[in-house]
């Protein structure tokens, strides 16, 4: 059984009405995220993917202040949020994660230490890279690493990017936690100062990522 708190992190958008759509995201790479969950929020995929009845949650939203469109999407993140967990029969805490659209390295780097107050021990965690100014994926994921690092038995659920094609009205959702763990490989790699660290690199990718249409010309 599982014991640990699973605990789900995710950005307010900005965007105005008009902006968001409310979608259903495809998912070939991991059956939780292809739940068919009609939603503005792809971080709302994981929660009804990841979540069962009877648990109690986390969820920790980062939201600008004083933005009027942050304000109105909240609300409606809120009427999503509670009609799946009506629908699933869950509870949970949500902790509202405040930040600015000053883009100052010390606003940046408030944020950052706001974020890993809000993480514990005996965690799981879970979050929806959309979303926010462009560094707030990168604070996120510093955030996420700590967690991984000096928390006590808590780990990585699930790291998610839902993607909407405005040409074709196609969304998918993309797991992109082997990213997070492959960062963790290549500092592993440097901490021990590995000889030969690019061969070891393609023994771990393998030939299965090679990408002829990706070739570097």
């Known amino acids: 059984m599982n014991t640990k708190t699973k605990h789900f992190y995710g950005v307010i958008p900005m965007q105005p009405e008009n902006g968001l759509y409310s979608v259903v995201y495809d998912c070939k790479e991991n059956s939780k ?15 009804n993917g990841y979540v069962e009845k009877g648990e109690h949650i986390k969820i920790s939203a980062i939201k600008v202040s004083d933005h009027d469109n942050s304000e109105m999407n ?19 805490d ?7 659209e000053d883009l100052a390295i010390k606003k940046n780097l408030s944020l950052f230490k706001k974020l890993i107050k809000s993480v514990g021990n005996d965690e799981e965690l879970y979050a929806s890279i ?6 707030t994926p990168i604070i996120l994921s510093m955030a996420l690493n700590y967690a991984y690092q000096i928390c006590e038995n808590t780990d990585i659920g699930c ?13 998918t959702i993309y797991d ?9 490989i290549v500092n592993t790699l440097a901490k ?18 090679d990408d002829d249409d990706d070739e570097i010309n």
Not at 79 to 91: A, D, R, Y
Not at 94 to 100: A, F, H, N, Y
């Open 176 to 184: 992109t936690t082997a990213l997070f763990y492959m960062d963790g």
């Open 33 to 47: 995220l292809d739940n068919k969950l009609e939603t503005f929020f792809p971080g709302l995929v994981a929660i």
């Open 192 to 209: 021990n100062k590995v000889k030969d660290s690019s061969k070891m690199m393609d023994f771990v990718l393998g030939e299965e990522y």
């Open 159 to 171: 790291i998610l990017y839902g993607q909407f094609n405005h040409v074709t009205k196609k969304s």
């Open 130 to 135: 959309n979303y926010g100014f462009k560094p």
């Open 74 to 92: 909240y609300q409606k993140f809120l009427g999503e949020l509670n009609k799946i967990s009506s629908e699933k029969g869950f509870t949970y």
């Open 94 to 100: 949500l902790e509202i994660i405040k930040t600015s």
